[in-house]
């Protein structure tokens, strides 16, 4: 089975820090990683996503992947009271998956002003 | 811009009754997946279509079926629905273009008396 973890939760950062979350997988061949954000209530929506080692930003978003230590991770800087929300990680394990996606649990994340 | 609507938002039924969740994108996207999604355990596969008629099961296809006649529309199915599918029903649909976004739909609450 084909898992996806994230670091528990919830994790509550002051306005204005760097709120990291971190996500782990179990399989060596994934080819796609995504980051997305959950208000309360709503459906998820895309916010990053990485397909190759490195650091990836997008304005005050930065995804890192690691694919030797098979992690992702998203740093959300200068954190907002509108970042809350629950971040899920999500893997495409590649192959002929039609873009099939597993996900991990999620993390609360809440800004405190 | 992008729709993915759900044919309902809440819905109540009894056990043993037949359920049906219609899902309807207008983004003329191949690639449609069903997920349930329960606290703390983050988004589920249930079934995925990647062509007109075409299915595969996804993660948790057990007690659910699905139908895709028209590719705009994937429809799941609860054959006899059970009290432990209670839950939130989220539709996706996918651009496999280079951003290979899933959009999701706003959901369908379930609930099973």
């Known amino acids: 089975q084909k898992e996806v973890e994230q670091n528990s939760g919830p994790l509550s950062v002051p306005e204005g820090a760097i709120a990291s979350l971190n996500c782990t997988y179990s399989d060596r061949g994934s080819q796609s990683f995504f980051w997305y954000r959950q208000y309360s209530g709503k459906s998820p929506e895309l916010i990053m996503s990485i397909y190759s080692n490195g650091d990836k930003e997008d304005g005050r978003f930065t995804a890192q992947l690691n694919k030797a230590s098979q992690y992702v991770s998203l740093l959300i800087r200068d954190s907002q009271p509108s970042d809350s929300a629950t971040y899920l990680c999500a893997v495409n394990w590649g192959g002929t998956s039609y873009g099939k996606l597993t996900f991990g649990q999620g993390t609360i994340l809440t800004v405190h002003p | ?113």
């Open chain 2, 1 to 113: 811009d992008v729709k993915v609507t759900q044919s309902s938002r809440y819905l109540v039924k009894r056990t043993g009754e037949k359920v049906f969740l219609e899902c309807v994108q207008d983004m003329d996207h191949e690639n449609m997946f069903w997920y349930r999604q329960d606290p703390g355990l983050g988004l589920r596969l249930i079934y995925f279509s990647y062509d007109v008629k075409m299915k595969e099961k996804g993660d948790i296809p057990e007690g659910y079926s699905v139908s895709r006649e028209k590719k705009e529309r994937f429809s799941l199915i609860l054959e006899s629905a059970s009290t432990n599918q209670t839950s939130m029903y989220l539709c996706a649909s996918r651009d496999h273009s280079s951003t290979d976004t899933q959009y999701f739909g706003p959901g369908t609450r379930l609930t099973v008396l």
